[in-house]
């Protein structure tokens, strides 16, 4: 058997999105390598080198199964018997309680083609106003602050190749050494200050480059938050101009902020930028041993 085709794509597994081309081997099987990508600047960490094994492993559910009811062991039944199951039972459903008593819950790892789908199929096909994911929990918090401080809710209001531009870097509580280590390319020149109550891969990052480590004990986190800013305050290293008359979500019912605020950079969050000449710290190789299973 010959090669398959080969296919340009992300990675699914988290907001780095780093760039992959999925090969198909003579078996048929999936390997993932990485590609260009301004994020990862063709490199991709364990996850990704590894992220086609789960199509292959062999309790992935690949058939239908059913039981009869709760106590029966499941058995394999044929795609037409399960999906008329369903269909029937939601529409049966619908009939009884009316189309929102159907929920959808979605996920953050589909991809966008299936997420408008998804959408869809909640929205039209069942007509249910009933439609989540599983990002409401961990990211509406993190989005709400988002939009009063920056006016966006996105994860980073500008391009992570941004970073490169900064002199220092302050990074509360994150450890992008071990969970995206691609973005430790991004993070080698400007000094890296992290605030991290264990000492993580990227706090060893920071010091090693002559950045900073701040550990504070568990629950004394705002503490911090509030002692840096009162030393900008009574330093006078606050920029007045930007925060004197920014109309912010908080102040204006209904009002949304420019990104960045009234006197950021007239340029989108999409923008290209320059990109950095330094490496990842990234593997540019599969590696050696197995992922982690959390
Ligand atoms: S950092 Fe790893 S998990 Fe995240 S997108 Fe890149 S390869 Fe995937």
């Not at 292959?56 to 018997?81: H, I, N, S």
């Not at 990074?171 to 890296?192: I, Q, W």
């Amino acid at each position: 058997m010959t090669p398959g085709p080969s296919t340009t794509t992300h990675c699914p597994y988290c907001a780095l999105q780093c760039a992959m081309r999925l090969d198909t081997g003579p078996d048929g099987r999936l390997t993932a390598r990485p590609a260009p990508f301004p994020t990862n600047r063709g490199g991709l960490c364990r996850k990704g080198w590894t992220s086609t094994d789960v199509l292959t492993v062999p309790d992935r559910l690949t058939r239908p199964l059913m039981r009869e009811d709760r106590e029966a062991e499941l058995t394999e039944v044929g795609w037409d018997t399960a999906l008329d199951f369903v269909a029937a039972r939601l529409n049966a459903l619908r009939a009884e309680s009316g189309p929102d008593t159907v929920a959808v819950f979605g996920s953050g790892g589909l991809t966008n083609e299936k997420s408008y789908t998804l959408g869809k199929f909640a929205r039209l096909a069942l007509g249910t106003a009933q439609i989540d994911y599983n990002g409401r929990f961990c990211m509406s918090s993190a989005a709400a602050g988002g939009n009063r401080a920056f006016g966006l809710d996105r994860g980073m209001p500008f391009p992570l190749t941004d970073v490169a531009d900064a002199q220092v870097v302050l990074l509360a509580g994150a450890n992008p050494a071990e969970t995206m280590p691609p973005m430790m390319g991004h993070l080698s020149a400007p000094t890296l200050i992290v605030i991290d109550p264990r000492r993580s891969g990227t706090a060893r990052a920071a010091l090693d480059d002559g950045g900073v480590h701040l550990a504070p004990r568990p629950g004394t986190d705002l503490a911090l938050a509030l002692g840096l800013l009162h030393a900008v305050h009574v330093q006078g290293w606050t920029d007045t101009d930007y925060l004197a008359p920014a109309p912010t979500a908080s102040t204006t019912p209904g009002g949304t902020p420019p990104p960045g605020g009234p006197n950021a950079p007239n340029r989108s969050p999409e923008s290209p930028r320059p990109d950095s000449a330094r490496p990842p710290t990234c593997s540019a190789g599969p590696p050696a041993t197995a992922p982690p299973t959390s």
